[in-house]
């Protein structure tokens, strides 16, 4: 009878045993699980229903058609196959029935497991989920360049003002400059000391022709001072490290502050390299460790579950 009931579980959505329940096909879409990253194909899943126990027909029919026997035999057959089953379950005993699943009583209710494995929809019957693979991207790490602006122009242009004040102030004085020019003319010998003139006269004089600076490249050296002093620098932002390989996976959280507070969590008991490792579909993953090696990627993995705490190794 467990053999004819899977075989009409491929062809129809329910199948009553009479006295027992009834065991319910439902279709359901194609699933990803975003802690393995796999996609499962399209399936029928199996439940059971302990109210439905009248009969349709449906499985005596078939049993009477497999053993060559009339309706009313195959309805006795089953009957007598019901009861044993009800006396195991009584004593505490399980009903596996294969290819579909575990039949047990819990708190004088029935219980049913199916197997996960099992696909009972023919259209997408034999396919295997798919398990996706995840690539991260390696990103170059850009060099910090500072740009300083150049103060040569500056400099330059505060010497040149200086040499042109020194030279107009020296040409301005006819009386003091002639002298001078006589001494070193090889046609003429002076022999007279030229008269020194009274600082302070000088200063009078000069003060009396003063020199015109234009405002605008005073303006502009003061300028150009300021950003000879404080030079501009500009950092360009270092790219985040590379997650490595092998990848000891602690949580997927949907929300990344949720994914940053776990790495923190992480931190705090000591898992100082706890890493976002990128994202799954809409899942943050998030690593205690990464490694080069399988080996190390093992070794922490099983330190963590004998700690009691779930992880999963992800290459």
């Known amino acids: 009878m467990k053999k004819t009931i899977v075989a009409l579980l491929y062809q129809y959505d329910c199948v009553i045993v009479p006295g027992l329940g009834g065991f319910i096909a439902k279709n359901t879409e194609s699933e990803f699980n975003p802690i393995d990253y796999t996609f499962s194909p399209p399936r029928k899943k199996i439940g059971f229903n302990s109210d439905l126990v009248h009969t349709d027909g449906l499985l005596a029919n078939a049993i009477a058609k497999e053993n060559g026997m009339d309706y009313k035999n195959a309805v006795v057959a089953i009957d007598k196959e019901v009861a044993l089953w009800k006396e195991a379950l009584n004593q505490g005993k399980s009903i596996q029935i294969e290819g579909l699943g575990v039949l047990n009583k819990q708190n004088q209710s029935l219980n049913f497991q199916p197997e996960q494995n099992i696909n009972f929809a023919l259209e997408t019957f034999g396919l295997e989920p798919v398990k996706a693979t995840y690539i991260l991207r390696e990103k170059s790490e850009p060099k910090s360049v500072a740009k300083t602006t150049s103060a040569w122009g500056s400099y330059a242009a505060a010497i040149a003002l200086a040499i042109g004040v ?62 000879a002093a404080e030079p501009v620098v500009e950092q360009v932002e270092v790219a985040e490290a590379v997650v490595k390989p092998y990848q000891v996976i602690g949580g997927s959280y949907k929300r990344h502050s949720e994914a ?30 990464t490694f080069n090696s399988e080996d190390e990627a093992l070794a922490l993995k099983r330190s963590l579950e004998a700690k009691k705490v779930d992880v999963f190794l992800r290459k």
């Open 166 to 227: 020194g030279v107009t102030s020296f040409f301005a004085n006819h009386t003091l400059v002639q002298p001078q020019l006589s001494s070193i003319l090889p046609f003429t010998l002076n022999t007279e000391i030229p008269q020194r003139q009274n600082v302070a006269d000088f200063i009078l004089e000069q003060s009396e022709h003063p020199i015109e600076v234009s405002s605008t490249s005073n303006e502009n050296m003061e300028a150009n001072e300021v950003v």
């Open 260 to 289: 940053i507070e776990e790495v923190a969590n992480m931190k705090k008991k000591g898992y100082n390299n706890a890493v976002i490792v990128g994202k799954v579909g809409s899942y943050f993953m998030v690593a205690y460790d």
